[in-house]
């Protein structure tokens, strides 16, 4: 059930609130604050334009540009008209690009000046039309590409925003989420997240393609009263040091990689010992939070960082520690309301103990993928989603194990890779470290561990294989440990293990 308003429409629960007490600080941008009424001109500003291009109700719209402004503005004005909103990532290139075009088939697409720039005239030639924003919402139209936009061949007016992501295939994959999956999911992390209230300041620095950075960081805000400290990008830190002071955030969801940097930061001396003084909260997700953060952020912070749970599926967000105080370490919190769970083995029987392949249901979960019958239909079963996590849920407390396909298969007995990290990481001279599976002749897969060290230590591969082989069961010791200066890391900064299985290939 959605909280807090009547409407499942995402314009009208923002508007509302918008529209009250306008005065009110809104967003921070470049040194700036600005209020709500800053906001709605701006929104209008760029409605108008959408609808001066053409732009219809149930028409997709993609966007490619940095955190600013206009990117949620954008967002409401197609909402207003009944569009549909497409956050893409610039980075995969132009043939991804064009790829998730073909798929999305949208009317045109938002860029910023600098993707234009560089993106402009090959989706030109591949018609598809396209306008430039600025990050204050003034659109112009290129010579050129006004003629190429298009209807949409599908009415999608249901749909509030399509994600895009690689598939196993290598071909685009898209998640479809409507008004209602997301409001739901921005209402009951509210609840959830006991410090939240009306005034607070979230930092907006995750890339707005990922459904953390849209939906928790651009959209949450603007139904809670609350406001949002906008950056273009993390890197530099530095952006994020200034957002921070200037603008008094309070609250941050960020992956465990920008927490490492800004802890650095701080021990570096490049920013002050009170960074985080304010911040009621700091949940991290995406990626498994070590321990090693958790004593850093205590140590050089204050204050620890807990985690939560999410999926682009649903909405995003499954679970969340509520507060410092009942906050489990290790854990990625309690389920949010709405949310009905269920337990299988990796063949999709019921699962009889507290652990197995997490499957949920509910109003912040997607009814499937945008015209992806075979895919859904793998993932999609009676109103339930397989997340494909491997977990243990004990006092309502969820614990991600592993993903299902991250786990390690040594002769027949499974390893996961989570327990031979933690193992890992107790060690004094490790920082981090991260474990895959790679093939073996004879046990078909063996653990491989890839570690930063701490600075200064000497430590070697013969060292923490023995120190391993004195807490784990012989099976579940690594193989080789490889040592990295760092991870090959996604976009949103989750480590890509993929990369690392593929590296130097099969231990002997």
Not at 86 to 104: R, S
Not at 196 to 206: A, C, I, Q, S, Y
Request: hydrophobic share 40%; charged share 20%.
């Amino acid at each position: 059930m959605v909280a807090d308003t009547a409407s499942h429409r995402l314009e009208e629960a923002i508007d509302s609130k918008l529209t009250q007490n306008t005065g009110n600080r809104c967003y921070w941008w470049n040194g700036t604050w600005f209020s709500k009424s800053d906001f709605l001109k701006l929104t209008d500003k760029i409605e108008s334009s959408l609808r001066e291009a053409g732009f219809t109700k149930g028409q997709r719209l993609t966007v490619l540009t940095a955190n600013c402004p206009a990117f949620p503005a954008i967002s409401l004005a197609a909402w207003r008209i009944g569009g549909t909103v497409v956050p893409l990532n610039t980075k995969p290139g132009i043939d991804a690009l064009i790829a998730t075009h073909e798929l999305i088939e949208p009317f045109a697409a938002i860029m910023s000046e600098a993707v234009w720039s560089e993106l402009g005239t090959p989706m030109r030639e591949k018609n598809f039309g396209s306008m430039i924003c600025s990050p204050t919402g003034d659109i112009t139209f290129p010579d050129g590409t006004r003629e190429l936009f298009r209807p949409s061949e599908i009415n999608t007016a249901e749909y509030a925003v399509i994600f895009t992501t690689s598939g196993t295939t290598g071909l685009p994959k898209a998640v479809p989420l409507s008004h209602g999956n997301i409001l739901n999911n921005c209402m009951e992390l509210r609840k959830a997240v006991i410090p939240l209230e009306p005034g607070d300041v979230f930092l907006n620095v995750m890339p707005n393609f990922h459904t953390v950075g849209y939906t928790i960081a651009n959209i949450t805000p603007l139904t809670m009263d609350a406001g949002q400290a906008i950056v273009p990008a993390f890197m530099p830190p530095s952006q994020c040091v200034k957002a921070i002071l200037d603008a008094e955030v309070n609250i941050m969801f960020v992956v465990p990689t920008m927490i490492s940097y800004l802890m650095s930061a701080i021990e570096r001396g490049d920013a002050p010992r009170n960074l985080f003084d304010r911040f009621k909260m700091m949940i991290t997700g995406g990626d498994r939070l070590n321990d090693y953060l958790h004593e850093l952020a205590l140590r050089v912070a204050g204050k620890d960082v807990v985690e939560g749970y999410g999926l682009t599926e649903t909405s995003p967000v499954i679970a969340v520690n509520r507060d410092y105080k009942s906050h489990r370490r290790g854990t990625v919190g309690q389920f949010l309301e709405g949310f009905e769970w269920r337990l299988s083995t990796e063949s999709g029987q019921p699962s009889n103990k507290n652990e197995g392949v997490l499957w949920v249901k509910g109003p912040s979960v997607a009814d499937g993928y945008f015209r992806s019958p075979e895919i859904t239909a793998q993932r999609f079963i009676d109103g339930w989603f397989n997340t494909g996590d491997y977990v243990r849920v004990e006092d309502g407390y969820l614990t991600i194990l592993d993903r299902v396909t991250d786990i390690i298969i040594v002769g027949g007995f499974n390893v996961y890779p989570q327990e031979v990290e933690l193992v890992l990481s107790g060690h004094p001279a490790v920082n981090t470290a991260i474990v895959v599976g790679i093939k073996n002749n004879l046990s078909g897969q063996v653990p491989k561990a890839f570690v930063i060290k701490e600075d200064g230590s000497n430590v070697t591969q013969r060292e923490l294989i023995d120190y391993c082989k004195q807490r784990l069961a012989h099976f579940k010791v690594p193989r080789k440990i490889e040592f990295v200066n760092e991870f090959p890391l996604s976009p949103t900064g989750k480590i890509l293990r993929r990369i690392l299985r593929e590296y130097k290939g099969t231990a002997e």
